[in-house]
T-cell receptor, first 116, second 116 residues
Framework: GAVVSQHPSRVICKSGTSVKIECRSL??????MFWYRQFPKQSLMLMAT?????????EQGVEKDKFLINHASLTLSTLTVTSAHPEDSSFYIC????????????FGNGTRLTVT | DQQVKQNSPSLSVQEGRISILNCDYT??????FLWYKKYPAEGPTFLIS?????DKNEDGRFTVFLNKSAKHLSLHIVPSQPGDSAVYFC???????????????FGKGTLLTVNP
């Protein structure tokens, strides 16, 4: 079945530094990938839709200059948290959909970001 | 305003019995619904989905029921097994199961504990 790989699974960084998270579709080509964020005991909140070869579409309230998304190929999207602050600490999850009809969204295993 | 609501944060069930997880939605444009299962520090795993043209979909031990007039859906797991213990997320989409508009809105999740 479809597999989405996310790396790293856990990262700790200092305030002011940038962190890059990778999301790969392993056995299908994903023209669209989605980035979610989850706070403890909360639902997954869509941050942005990553489109291969074009600019990402950000949800309301998400700073595009802070959360840089690059979808340079059909199997890779990256999320860079720039100038990270402690309030950016969260669980970030990417997802992608096999373009076949009736195919569900598949999620990576997430990245736990801790900013100290 | 939460468009997808899972009002029970937790549910405890005895092994072998039925687990019923509930989900309500407010957006009448939603036409595709999914259930995901999530273990700690992992991404959600797709379980089962249902289109608004149906009122029931079954896959092994998992059955999803949709009541459009009540804007309510439920996931039945029978018989419940200890390995089913996880957080279950209800999700909805207004873009159907196909097409490029596939943004999912998630509920906050219900923690299911199946006791041996």
């Amino acid at each position: 079945g479809a597999v989405v790989s996310q790396h790293p699974s856990r990262v700790i960084c200092k305030s002011g530094t940038s962190v890059k998270i990778e999301c790969r579709s392993l056995d299908f080509q994903a023209t669209t990938m989605f980035w979610y964020r989850q706070f403890p005991k909360q639902s997954l909140m869509l941050m942005a839709t990553s489109n291969e070869g074009s600019k990402a579409t950000y949800e309301q309230g998400v700073e595009k200059d802070k959360f840089l998304i690059n979808h340079a190929s059909l199997t890779l999207s990256t999320l860079t948290v720039t100038s990270a602050h402690p309030e950016d600490s969260s669980f970030y999850i990417c997802s992608a959909r096999d373009p076949g009809y009736n195919s569900p969204l598949h999620f990576g295993n997430g990245t736990r970001l801790t900013v100290t | 305003d939460q468009q997808v609501k899972q009002n029970s944060p937790s549910l405890s069930v005895q092994e072998g019995r039925i687990s019923i997880l509930n989900c309500d939605y407010t957006n009448s444009m939603f036409d595709y619904f999914l259930w995901y299962k999530k273990y700690p520090a992992e991404g959600p795993t797709f379980l089962i989905s249902i289109s608004s043209i149906k009122d029931k979909n079954e896959d092994g031990r998992f059955t999803v029921f949709l009541n459009k007039s009540a804007k309510h859906l439920s996931l039945h797991i029978v018989p419940s097994q200890p390995g089913d213990s996880a957080v279950y997320f209800c999700a909805a989409s207004a873009g159907g199961s196909g097409g490029s508009n596939y943004k999912l809105t998630f509920g906050k999740g219900t923690l299911l504990t199946v006791n041996p």
